[in-house]
């Protein structure tokens, strides 16, 4: 802790040659823009308290990166030509602009020495009755956080006229409260505008020099990239014990796990605690509806707002009450009892909630020691889970501990999440209790995304999800069902298939006419099978009458590689690209071909032949995209599958090597061609080699 002789520097900011009328506002360094001041404030009428407060954490921060002023007193020192006095007969508009001087000065100290600067400050004053607003643009630009001191009118009244420092104005009790709500609810209206965490304390608060200092640490050292790496860490203990995890489950809370929102839920009882003394009128509810949304700052003013409510002790009893009363979903209730039994499952609940609440209904259904909470709610938590974080504790798990996620949300701040993960599945609640915006922002991703991995389920009774279905997250290692899956989609018996296919058939085609036939084939398994299986995106461009309308392509077709077998897959595999022509077009003879640089950032790889017989080749090249990117989407496309192929594959492949199939025609002839009845020689004419 520090406090700074704001005059030693004033000459740097007001040389002998300028006025006090004429101020001189600090230039902000270069290093302003990624290095920005933490500037609390400290607000509340006269004998709030602001100053003694000021003194007593200037005592107990000593050692701490910190630096106090007083309001009153850094006017006084950057106004070179009589200090406050001369301030205090300025105009309006004159005062203004010295305010601006004395704030902007501490930020760039702030700014300069790496500390947090505290001050007490006002948003308004009372002169002659009446309001005289002190509150300026730079103000709402420089402050991060501001403490409102929110003690009771008497109380103040008591203290102002105890203070034998100062020498203050008796303003009315009526007074006094019109003055006190009005800056309250300016502040209340404006913080939120410019990304301010605002508080009120309390007098209780206020006397607890401990928690005022706890506050005043953790915005200084608070930041958005220090939470998510604690969260991380967190994730990453939760983990610790489990032993070999290859899959991990993980859920969202509220409206997911049960139909109930345990946030309101908590909120409506610590009001009905407090009897009257407390109101819905700053509710995290009415917050998130607000200018932050659902932003970063949003979910910290949030825990702000459960620290206003709730003192530590008054905290836990209301998360007791409330989870005493959830009821989980009985379906996922046996889905978290089968994971409990599975040495290879995970199960973490990760929450933009009240982590404590979840843990104490956990606890209720006895599944402590397998189901791990990540959530925050209080200041001591350290972090706060937004729907970024919860993207990216899915992006750990798959990136760092290369593990499988299925995902579990019902709202938009479970999307993103729901994006990444492997498999996903979107809880849609009954209408009562269900998200009000989900509807909406899952027909947008769905259209413009149509992400593949996600199942969409009606919520209601017992067909919320029958038991294969759950069955199915958890499966790899239970006995039998080791081998991978292989979804297979075949073209046959069509009228067009068999169009396509005569023409690959004829043994009096060959060479370019017989390399066409394959493209054309490429093309409609591609547009005809491929669309559905992977799914489409929508991008907008503009129509023959120049309007904006909406066009269709692959879903990440941009993050997408086709690889042909080569050679026999190659007229095909063009095809295909001509179907996704933003596709990456990888030719590779060996799988070794393939190095890291052609799936980095994919989504997908499209592995394209010709005839598939035994196998071999697929499981060479599958094992070998497996090993560089254990997440990419695998899709074999052929024109020819043997019958007994399939079973080859998934006797040969693992779970983790799970691929999906689409096939012209399966064939029971287990004829391996050579010579002139060898596909790739009849595709370039090199029959008479074979």
């Not at 049960?258 to 009257?276: C, H, I, L, N």
């Not at 606890?363 to 990540?374: N, P």
């Not at 068999?498 to 390399?515: E, F, Q, V, W, Y």
Request: net charge negative; glycine share 6%; charged share 25%.
């Amino acid at each position: 802790m520090t406090t700074t002789n704001i005059s030693s520097t004033s000459s740097a900011l007001h040389p002998d040659t300028q006025s006090s009328q004429s101020p001189v506002t600090p230039s902000r360094s270069a290093s302003d823009s990624t290095n920005k001041a933490v500037v609390i404030g400290l607000f509340g009428v006269d004998g709030s308290g602001k100053t003694h407060l000021l003194r007593q954490l200037e005592k107990e921060l000593e050692d701490e990166p910190f630096v106090f002023y007083d309001g009153s007193q850094i006017i006084d020192e950057v106004v070179l030509d009589g200090g406050l006095k001369a301030f205090q007969k300025m105009t309006a508009e004159k005062k203004k602009e010295w305010r601006k001087v004395a704030i902007d000065t501490i930020a760039q100290r702030s700014v300069d020495s790496g500390k947090a600067a505290v001050v007490a400050g006002h948003y308004l004053f009372w002169k002659d009755g009446k309001p005289e607003v002190a509150w300026t643009p730079d103000d709402a630009e420089v402050y991060n956080h501001i403490l409102y001191l929110d003690v009771p009118v008497e109380i103040v009244l008591d203290q102002t006229q105890k203070d034998e420092e100062r020498n203050r104005s008796n303003v009315p009790v009526d007074q006094l409260k019109e003055w006190q709500a009005l800056e309250k609810n300016a502040l209340q209206d404006e913080c939120p505008k410019h990304d301010i965490l605002f508080s009120l304390l309390t007098k209780s608060r206020i006397d607890d020099l401990n928690y005022v200092s706890a506050l005043m640490k953790d915005f200084q050292q608070h930041s958005e990239k220090g939470s998510l790496d604690l969260a991380k860490s967190k994730l990453d203990e939760a983990l610790i014990g489990k032993g070999k995890v290859e899959t991990v489950l993980v859920f969202d809370a509220d409206k997911t796990l049960t139909q109930e929102d345990t946030g309101k839920s908590f909120w409506d009882e610590a009001v009905d605690r407090s009897q009257g003394s407390k109101s819905d009128d700053r509710s995290v509810e009415k917050m998130f509806g607000g200018p932050l949304e659902y932003s970063y700052t949003a979910f910290r003013q949030a825990v702000l707002l459960y620290e206003e409510i709730a003192n530590d002790a008054e905290y836990e009893l209301i998360c007791e009450k409330v989870a005493s009363t959830v009821i989980m979903h009985p379906e996922f209730l046996s889905l978290l009892r089968l994971a409990e039994s599975q040495k290879h499952v995970g199960t973490v609940v990760v929450t933009c909630g009240l982590r404590l609440l979840w843990e104490k209904v956990i606890e209720r259904y006895d599944l402590s020691k397998t189901v791990k909470i990540i959530g925050g709610g209080r200041i001591s938590d350290g972090y706060v889970v937004t729907a970024e974080v919860k993207a990216a504790l899915v992006e750990h798990l798959q990136e760092t501990h290369k593990m499988y996620v299925a995902a579990f949300g019902d709202s938009q701040l479970d999307l993103k999440m729901m994006l990444k993960a492997d498999r996903s599945v979107v809880v849609v609640g009954n209408k009562k209790t269900r998200s009000k915006s989900m509807d909406k922002h899952t027909r947008l991703y769905f259209r413009a995304i149509h992400h593949p991995g996600w199942t969409l389920r009606p919520f209601q009774s017992w067909e919320i999800m029958d038991w294969d279905f759950l069955d199915t997250f958890i499966r790899s290692d239970r006995p039998g069902r080791s081998n991978a899956n292989i979804k297979v989609i075949q073209a046959t018996p069509r009228g067009s298939t068999k169009i396509l296919a005569t023409s690959t058939r004829d043994s009096n085609i060959a060479g370019p006419a017989l390399r066409e036939s394959h493209r054309r084939i490429g093309f409609y398994l591609a547009t005809e099978f491929l669309t559905d299986l992977i799914g489409l995106e929508v991008y907008p461009m503009m129509s023959v009458q120049d309007k904006k309308i909406e066009g269709h392509r692959l879903a990440h077709e941009a993050h997408t590689s086709i690889v042909p077998l080569m050679r026999g897959g190659e007229p095909m595999a063009f095809g295909v690209s001509d179907a996704f022509p933003l596709a990456m077009f990888v030719h590779a003879k060996e799988p070794e071909n393939l190095k890291v640089g052609n799936l980095q950032g994919q989504r997908t790889v499209i592995l394209v032949d010709s005839v598939v017989n035994s196998g071999k080749s697929v499981i060479e090249f599958v094992q070998h995209i497996r090993k560089l990117s254990p997440r990419i989407r695998i899709v074999v496309v052929a024109a020819v599958v043997q019958d007994e192929a399939v079973k080859n594959l998934q006797e040969k492949l693992t779970l983790s090597e799970s691929f999906d199939l689409v096939a012209l025609r399966f064939s029971k002839n287990k004829f391996v061609g050579s010579g002139k009845t060898d596909t790739g020689d009849r595709l370039f004419n090199t029959t008479h080699l074979g």
